[in-house]
């Protein structure tokens, strides 16, 4: 017999990648999804907007790849160290390059003409779960109290809601921050390079109508030092002559760069309060890794073929647990152990050595922080 889940409203907190692709499977299976995004679309993030082909089988297969917007595919990765020597080697699965700005717009449209009530410029302020009723009450910033069933935890990074929670994670500070340029350049449209600095390391990859997205991870120490992004980015990462040359050489779109700082890689649940976390709000893999965007995808698929299966709310929850850790725990793992190879001179060298000799290692590291077409 078909479940029904008509009395099962699912509330979604945060309208990125992996909220805007839960709630397009919800409503495919024919739960009433409300999505809340405190921002308007289309907007720009912090993010370098290289997608792992291990979500091309699933996008495809649910029509959530953009067609008709032509999209850069990447086959190589190129990896300099500190000092700008480089290596480049093919990449397995490879990926593709899109602006958040366009694949975010695209998913929210779609998820209005498939049914979702998608609220937008409004901020889930407070939630909690009401044991009694067996359900959950949200409150927005509009004043408006709303109630679901179920909320999915999609809110990314750090948001209030992890303060509001007490989430473990919120009150310890991070040394590092985010930003990201589109630019115009000459470089290789399928080659996805990352390129050390000390302190950070800094990535470029092709995107939509002939851009490039650059986007570092730095340190916040070494902004405080040199008062600003550009003097720092002159000071620290002109150093690797790669990268100084695709300063110089680009033309740069923003007016200012999009930055972020407090980006924490500690552990998270897949499950706090009862909330089912998806995508970073879930656990953040180090950027280098590349593919922080297939794992909110892919765990807005987990998650919502487990509520698609139903039973109750704890076997949900363990269910959830489970699928989680089996797919994500080591990913997470891995990328945290190897980001100590990145953003200074001897590790970033180590790596490079290890990509030039060892490239069984690297495949290795590659595979290890990769899943696989889901
Ligand atoms: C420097 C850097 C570079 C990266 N480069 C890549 C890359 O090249 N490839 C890759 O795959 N991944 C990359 N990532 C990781 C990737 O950006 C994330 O993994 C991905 O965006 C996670 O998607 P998400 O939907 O979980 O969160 P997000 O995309 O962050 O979306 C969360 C949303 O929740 C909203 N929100 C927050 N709080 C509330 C609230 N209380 N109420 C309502 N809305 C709320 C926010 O406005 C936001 O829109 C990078 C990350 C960083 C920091």
Redesign the pocket.
């Known amino acids: 017999m078909a479940l029904n889940y008509r009395n099962q409203e699912v509330l979604i907190?945060?309208?990125?990648?992996?909220?805007?692709v839960a709630s397009l499977l919800l409503v495919q299976k024919g739960f009433p999804v409300t999505l809340?995004?405190?921002?308007t679309y289309p907007f720009h993030?912090?993010?370098?907007?290289?997608?792992?082909n291990e979500v091309m089988d699933f996008l495809k297969r649910n029509e959530l790849y953009p067609l008709g917007i032509d999209l850069p595919q990447i086959r190589k990765f190129e990896f300099s160290d500190t000092q700008g020597k480089s290596i480049t080697m093919p990449l397995d699965l490879g990926g593709f390059g899109i602006s958040?700005y366009v694949f975010?717009e695209w998913l929210y449209r779609l998820a209005i003409r498939q049914g979702v009530e998608v609220i937008t410029g409004?901020?889930?302020?407070d939630l909690y779960f009401d044991a009694q009723e067996d359900l959950f009450r949200v409150s927005l910033s509009d004043f408006q109290e709303r109630q679901a069933y179920y909320v999915l935890g999609?809110?990314?990074?750090r948001?209030?809601?992890d303060q509001v929670m007490g989430r473990k994670f919120f009150g310890q500070r991070s040394p590092y921050i985010?930003?990201?340029y589109h630019i115009r350049t000459s470089w290789s449209r399928e080659t996805v390079a990352l390129h050390n600095f000390n302190g950070g390391y800094c990535?470029i990859?092709a995107i939509e109508e002939e851009k490039f997205?650059l986007?570092?991870?730095g340190s916040r120490e070494q902004l405080r030092e040199y008062g600003s992004i550009e003097e720092m980015e002159k000071q620290i990462l002109w150093k690797n002559p790669l990268l100084e040359s695709i300063f110089r050489e680009s033309e740069f779109l923003f007016d200012k760069p999009e930055v972020?700082n407090e980006?924490n890689f500690e552990r998270k649940l897949p499950v706090e309060n009862h909330l089912l976390m998806?995508?970073?709000?879930a656990g953040?893999?180090t950027?280098l890794c590349?593919?922080?965007?297939?794992?909110?995808m892919h765990s807005a698929k987990l998650c919502t073929e487990v509520l698609a299966l139903g039973g109750t709310r704890l076997e949900v929850e363990l269910r959830y647990t489970s699928l989680w850790n089996a797919q994500f725990y080591q990913r997470l793992g891995i990328g945290r152990a190897i980001q100590g190879l990145f953003g200074s001179g001897r590790g970033s060298i180590i790596a490079r050595n290890l990509i030039t000799h060892l490239p069984p290692v690297a495949r290795f590291l590659l595979k290890n922080t990769h899943g696989q077409s889901f």
């Open positions: 907190v945060g309208g990125g990648l992996a909220g805007l809340v995004e405190k921002k993030r912090v993010c370098g907007e290289y997608v792992s958040r975010d409004v901020q889930v302020s999609a809110f990314g990074k948001s209030k809601l985010g930003v990201k990535g990859n997205n986007c570092y991870l972020i980006i998806l995508g970073d709000a953040l893999i950027p590349g593919n922080g965007m297939a794992m909110a």
